[in-house]
């Protein structure tokens, strides 16, 4: 009798477990933009659950029962979805946008702890990223206003993270690592950033002490997720930069979702502004797309794809700058002949399968290609002469050259072209534990191969010619006692660089690693372990094949005491990182590979405090965060402009440490603002020789991004971003000897603002935009106090005076621009 009574129980179980449908979805807010931590509930029982960080949401339910499905949270008013039937095994898939609980100005809270809070993330609004001016507006011009990351250039969409260099951040759409140029020489080559601000729906940042699941570098990983439409919608935004614009939608009963963008950007209007008059034709185009489709419960299909084509045709005519002082203003005069033009064009797709075992298991294949063609090709003449300026005030010709005397000429040549295809396999997967309400364990692990193959094709001199004499390279070993002794030997160029090479780099990477949140007693904790292993090969013509292995332990521990007074969570996080040499680090200064550089090594020690508080009553949020990089195997560089050269040697010790302040919150009721202050010292050590300043020793920082409104007039809004870095070293000629020439470029100010006036959105109506979503008519001013930033310097040489002169290339000064946002 007890067996069958056993018996039935278990059947009925199953039985029940079997009437079961399943509810999921992600939960937008009014700009379809992610919630986390939205409570999901069944109406009158206990089954419930919450979204993640991207907004997504997974509930199993009875099924053939009549269901009331209710989100709720603190920032918006309850959703419910009442008179919900569904079929056994049936997946319902329901997407709700919830509104805030104020229809106008909404309200900014920061004393929640999320998931990336203990991990030491930074999240930023994608909705800020699209309206924040800047020469170069998207991800990367909100990054250059966070403590620890800098660029004294605007025209450059490329970001120094803690001292490191630009080839030190990793980035990552979709979890499907992405690449730059490798030719570019000067941020007006740039163009466009790999990231287009229109397609994505999350944003999260580290600048040290990351998790094994990102890759080997050295600095920061930069991690964009590109949205999943709900709902058909379309954008425009124009500028007299050029014109982005997009168009979304899904289908197939919500199997399949598509969202494009294409991008069309002309700088003309900010290099034409600089001391430089040119023939100028910047243009740079991109296509970006990404694509799912639902096979079914379980399986789903991506693809991420991007066509890039960047072209800068640029024939330079003259030049004027003054320098020096008051008492001895001097002016320099260059006549160019010649001109550069160059290619960009870069193909890339990316397919990704994602498939959930069960509520507990998911294992993700993704595959990618990479394709770029880069050309650079330039002979260009300058001739100098030196001269005075007129300074009388009271002068017509006020600022005119009074007198100029010919002092040389240089001429630049290069023919350079590059071909690379990289293409990838990786394997990801994710193991959720069973646990109570309390914990949060996950194991993540995954294993990738790479294929690199790059053909490369450099041609380089430089001729310079001062008073009628040629002058040879600064590092010959030859005695010249002219007129005594005749010299006999050939005319060389002062600068030459001539290589082909065929290079072939294999790698194989794996990473494991255990995260968990719970709790000790009441207070909260996080903590996450895990390690990394790179192995690579490079070979290819007339190099000796080379193998290496390095491998990657990291860890992360963040607790939040449970005290009732204070709202406070410290973090600390360690870890052995590597990168090995991606190509642009194999190749010296003469343009050869050296295939046995080592991976350059830094051990980050990271000590962080968020103070979560109420000032005048609304929210502010303080983190503080130490830092200490310990580097070894240094590959040693140069930096002009963007251009990085390194001496492939590994020849170099270093460190850096710092300190990093940002308080964000409600400075104005119902927008974000932020101010962000960083003090760093980063020095190397080469060959024992003593420490000296690294490119990238940005001593302090500090930035403000703002936000306003006009209270009568709401929809009048106000944009600032303002950055202050102190002068990096640099400037000196490329082949001085850092140890003997010391030199520092002047501090970086900019201010850009935009003033934006909103004809329509959620919260104006219109009736003349009735079919529209938001329109928006703006102005934008950059560098709003047309201050003079230098990024390199020109040296003029004088044989005649026995001297060289640093003539400072100048960046843009004040420039406007006006803007139309249009989307429906």
Not at 171 to 193: A, C, D, K, M, T
Not at 217 to 245: E, F, Q
Request: glycine share 6%; charged share 20%; proline share 4%.
């Amino acid at each position: 009798m007890r067996t069958t009574l056993t018996l039935l129980l278990l059947l009925l179980c199953c039985y029940a477990n079997a009437q079961q449908a399943v509810i999921q979805g992600v939960i937008l807010d009014e700009n379809n933009e992610p919630i986390a931590d939205v409570n999901v509930s069944i109406a009158g029982t206990t089954t419930g659950t919450s979204s993640n960080s991207n907004g997504y949401y997974k509930l199993t339910v009875p099924a053939n029962q009549e269901l009331s499905v209710v989100f709720t949270s603190i920032l918006y008013k309850e959703t419910r979805l009442n008179k919900l039937v569904l079929k056994i095994d049936e997946i319902y898939e329901l997407n709700p946008v919830m509104s805030t609980t104020v229809n106008n100005i909404g309200e900014v809270v920061l004393n929640s702890t999320t998931r990336k809070d203990l991990e030491g993330i930074t999240t930023i609004s994608p909705t800020m990223i699209r309206k924040v001016a800047g020469a170069q507006p998207g991800v990367e011009n909100i990054l250059k206003s966070l403590p620890g990351v800098s660029n004294n250039n605007e025209l450059s969409t490329q970001y120094n993270v803690r001292g490191g260099n630009f080839d030190e951040n990793l980035v990552y759409i979709n979890e499907i690592e992405v690449y730059r140029p490798f030719l570019v020489r000067s941020g007006q080559q740039e163009g466009l950033s790999i990231i287009n601000s229109d397609l994505i729906r999350n944003v999260d940042f580290s600048a040290g002490g990351f998790q094994a699941q990102y890759g080997d570098k050295l600095s920061s990983v930069l991690d964009i997720d590109y949205r999943r439409p709900t709902s058909v919608a379309a954008g425009i935004d124009a500028s007299l930069l050029g014109v982005n614009a997009y168009v979304e939608g899904n289908g197939f009963k919500e199997k399949f979702t598509g969202i494009l963008g294409v991008r069309y950007r002309d700088n003309s209007l900010l290099v034409n502004s600089r001391q430089t008059e040119s023939f100028v034709q910047p243009r740079f185009f991109d296509a970006q797309t990404y694509l799912t489709y639902k096979v079914n419960k379980k399986f789903e299909l991506g693809f991420l794809g991007n066509i890039a084509i960047n072209s800068y045709d640029f024939q330079p005519l003259n030049r004027q700058t003054n320098f020096g002082t008051i008492q001895d203003p001097q002016v320099v005069v260059i006549d160019y002949d010649g001109r550069e033009e160059d290619q960009y064009e870069t193909y890339f797709g990316a397919l990704k399968a994602s498939y959930d075992v069960n509520d507990q298991l998911n294992l993700r294949f993704i595959t990618s290609i990479y394709h770029t063609q880069e050309q650079e090709h330039y002979s260009i003449l300058a001739r100098y002469g030196l001269g005075t300026p007129n300074t009388d005030i009271g002068s017509n010709d006020l600022g005119s050259v009074d007198f100029v005397t010919a002092i040389g000429s240089e001429l630049e040549n290069g023919r350079n072209d590059l071909d690379a295809l990289i293409f990838t396999a990786e394997h990801r997967g994710t193991y959720t534990l069973d646990s109570d309400k309390k914990e949060d364990d996950q194991i993540d692990w995954g294993i990738k191969y790479a294929k690199e193959d790059i053909r490369d094709r450099v041609r380089e001199f430089n001729v310079v010619d001062s008073a009628g004499f040629n002058v040879r390279p600064p590092f010959s070993d030859f005695a010249n006692d002219q007129p005594y002794t005749p010299f006999t030997g050939p005319l060389v160029p002062f600068e030459s660089v001539r290589a082909d090479n065929d290079v072939q780099v294999t790698r194989l990477q794996a990473f494991g690693q255990y995260s968990s949140r719970g709790y000790i007693g009441d207070h909260e904790i996080f903590w996450n372990a895990g390690a990394r292993m790179h192995l690579w090969n490079v070979n290819g013509a007339a190099i000796n094949s080379t193998t290496q292995t390095v491998f990657s332990p990291r860890a992360q521990f963040a607790i939040k005491p449970d005290w009732k007074e204070t709202d406070m969570l410290f973090r600390v996080a360690s870890g052995l990182y590597y990168q090995p040499p991606f190509y642009r680090e194999l190749r010296n200064q003469q343009g050869e590979v050296v295939p046995d550089v080592k991976a350059q090594q830094s051990i980050h020690f990271i000590v962080a405090n968020e103070w979560s508080f109420k000032w005048l009553d609304k929210p502010f949020k303080l983190t503080s965060e130490a830092y200490y990089k310990d580097m070894n195997d240094v590959n040693t560089y140069t930096l002009e402009n963007v251009r990085i050269r390194y001496n492939a040697t590994n020849d170099a010790v270093a460190y850096a440490y710092g300190f990093d302040f940002r308080m964000n919150g409600e400075f104005v009721k119902g927008t974000e603002s932020w101010i962000s202050m960083g003090i760093m010292q980063t020095q190397e050590n080469q060959n024992g020789r003593g420490f000296i300043a690294r490119p990238t020793d940005q001593r302090f920082k500090f930035a403000m991004l703002f936000q306003d409104y006009v209270p009568n007039i709401p929809n009048l809004k106000l944009y600032l971003n303002l950055v202050y870095n102190t002068g990096l070293p640099g400037g000196s000629p490329n082949y001085a000897d850092p140890y003997e020439f010391q030199f520092r470029l002047p501090d970086y100010r900019r201010v850009d603002i935009g003033v934006n006036l909103v004809l329509k959105d959620e919260n104006k109506k219109s009736k003349l935009f009735e079919k529209f979503s938001e329109v928006t008519i703006g102005g934008e001013i950059y560098n709003l106090f047309d201050n003079a930033n230098t990024i390199t310097n020109i040296w003029v040489r004088d044989i005649a005076a026995n001297q060289q002169i640093a003539i400072p290339n100048l960046l843009t000064p004040r420039v406007f621009n006006v803007r139309l946002v249009a989307r429906w």
